[in-house]
C-alpha cells in the first residue's frame, strides 16, 4: 500500500454509532472543509450518512443494515434509484421527520413524494450545492438483454461541502460522465458485480477523474483490496476501505 498522504491527517477517526437491535456499530471519518468537519457515517453497502454544519444527510437508507428510528434523523435523504436496497419505504419512515427533505432520481418519480433531480440537474438543499450525475450500464445486462441500470433512471450525487466535492456514485458503470468529473475530493464507487463495476473498471474510472480518497463502496463479495492494488502506484488518490460490503 503507497504512503499515506496528507488527506490520511485531515480525515480524523471519529467514534462510533450504536444500532442496540442490530448490535453493530457504525465508523465514521471526519474530513476538514472550509465550513468545519464533515462528518462521514458509514452504515453500509451503499448506505451513508453526512453531517455538517448542523444538518443530517442520508442516502439510500436501508432497513437491512440499521435499526433507523435509532439513528439521528434527517434533514435530508437523498435515494439514487428505486431498487428495493436503496428505496426503502420502511427506513425513510424511521429516518424521516416533519421537514425532513426527499430528493430522488427520475427512477423514483411517482414512487415518493419530495424533488425529482434528473440527470445533470443542480440545485442547493440546506445550503448544500448538489449535482446528479449520470448512472448508468454500459456492459453488463440481464439475461435479456437490458441493463440492470437503464441510462436515466438512477443517478449519482455530487455534494459540495464548504470547499470539498463529495460523489456518491449511485449503482453505475465508469460511465464517461463520471470520467468526465474534475476537482472530486472525495468519491464512493460501487463494485457489486455483476451490477456495477469490476474493481479495474473502477481504477479505470479513477485514474480519469482522479478522485483525492477514494472509497470502494457497495462492493458485496469482491475484494476491495484489488483496487487498493490496481492504484497503489498512482499519485494523489489514496484508496481507502471500510465495511460497506
Given amino acids: 500500500m503507497k504512503a499515506k498522504s496528507k488527506w490520511t491527517a485531515m480525515l480524523l477517526s471519529l467514534g462510533v454509532i450504536m444500532n442496540a437491535n442490530a448490535q453493530k456499530t457504525f465508523p465514521s471519518d471526519a474530513l476538514a472543509t472550509s ?7 458509514f452504515i453500509g453497502h451503499g448506505t451513508l450518512m453526512f453531517e455538517f454544519e448542523g444538518k443530517v444527510l442520508h442516502v439510500d437508507p436501508y432497513g437491512k443494515l440499521a435499526d433507523y428510528a435509532a439513528l439521528p434523523k434527517a434533514d435530508a435523504v437523498f435515494i439514487t434509484h428505486d431498487h428495493g436496497d436503496h428505496l426503502d419505504p420502511a427506513a425513510l419512515q424511521a429516518v ?4 425532513t427533505l426527499v430528493v430522488m432520481s427520475e427512477a423514483c418519480r411517482g414512487k415518493l413524494d419530495g424533488t425529482v433531480m434528473t440527470n445533470g440537474q443542480a440545485s442547493v438543499f440546506l445550503n448544500v450545492p448538489v449535482e446528479s450525475v449520470p448512472a448508468y450500464n454500459l456492459v453488463h445486462l440481464r439475461p435479456d438483454g437490458q441493463p440492470f441500470h437503464p441510462r436515466g433512471g438512477g443517478c449519482g450525487f455530487l455534494f459540495t461541502f464548504g470547499d470539498k466535492r463529495v460523489y456518491v456514485a449511485g449503482d453505475t458503470e465508469n460511465v464517461p460522465e463520471m470520467k468526465a468529473l474534475k476537482d472530486i475530493d472525495v468519491a464512493f464507487l460501487p463494485m457489486n458485480l455483476p451490477y456495477t463495476m469490476t474493481p479495474e473498471m473502477v481504477a479505470d474510472a479513477a485514474r480519469a ?18 483496487l ?13 476501505i471500510r465495511d460497506l460490503r
Fill in 35 to 41: 465550513a468545519g468537519d464533515l462528518t462521514i457515517t
Fill in 96 to 99: 424521516g421527520k416533519p421537514g
Fill in 209 to 226: 477523474f482522479r478522485p483525492k480518497l477514494l472509497y470502494p463502496y457497495h462492493f458485496g463479495e469482491t475484494d476491495p483490496k484489488r
Fill in 228 to 240: 487498493q492494488k490496481l492504484l497503489a502506484d498512482e499519485p494523489g488518490i489514496e484508496v481507502r
